[in-house]
């Protein structure tokens, strides 16, 4: 009996979810759970390399997240700027490329460039795009492509009729990405906290109980599998591969 080769999803999009509980079940405090989460980061990046991921979408830091204490914030921004200055050069070498999405409006400039610097550095490697959602939320996202393609109408650029799924993908952060094939959240929660709402309209969603300090290639390919499990009809009747 033939059986279907397993798929190998395009583009994966990962919410890093845990780190704080992580840290408290260990009576540890949360910058040790945001600590070992960059190191589960690194797993899952060459993970999906690995697997022969083109495209994996991390969730790094909400337009919600500001509102945590400041403490926290200050420490999530100091490992992002570490990871800028330690990793990118190492995923350069491996081939990565990267591409922030999310607003970027009222940064402080120093963050802004090493994001850009991030980008101009990797900008001709084609092993895997890592996209990193900074700053980003998916509400905030949609409001800022509808306003843009108000403008676009006001101006006389394009007509109602020119408006369309396509016209608004383009004017997201995310425009010439493929939408996610499968969505991982770690540490139990299943819902997708404004992440990528537009973009996951038939991606297949798989929640883990682990939290994402404990994130492994045996849980990536754990999820790969559930995948893999799933018929894909997107509105059809007929399954189809990623």
Known sequence: MLTRPPAVPRHVAIIMDGN??????????????????????????????????????????????????????????ELLRRFIRQDVAELHHAGVKIKIVGSRDDLEPGIVSLLNDAERLTRGNSKLNLVVAFNYGSKQEISRAVSAIANRLASGEISAADISPELISQNLDTSGIPDPDLLIRTGGEQRISNFLLWQCAYTEFVFVDEFWPDFSHEIFARALDDFNSRDRRFGGIEAQSA
């Open 20 to 77: 704080g509980r992580w840290a408290a079940r260990r009576g540890l405090p949360r910058s040790a759970g945001h600590k070992a989460g960059v190191d589960a980061l690194r797993r899952a990046v060459k993970a999906a390399a690995d697997f022969g991921i083109e495209y994996l979408t991390i969730y790094s830091f909400s337009s919600e997240n500001w509102s945590r204490p400041a403490a926290e914030v200050s420490f999530l921004l």
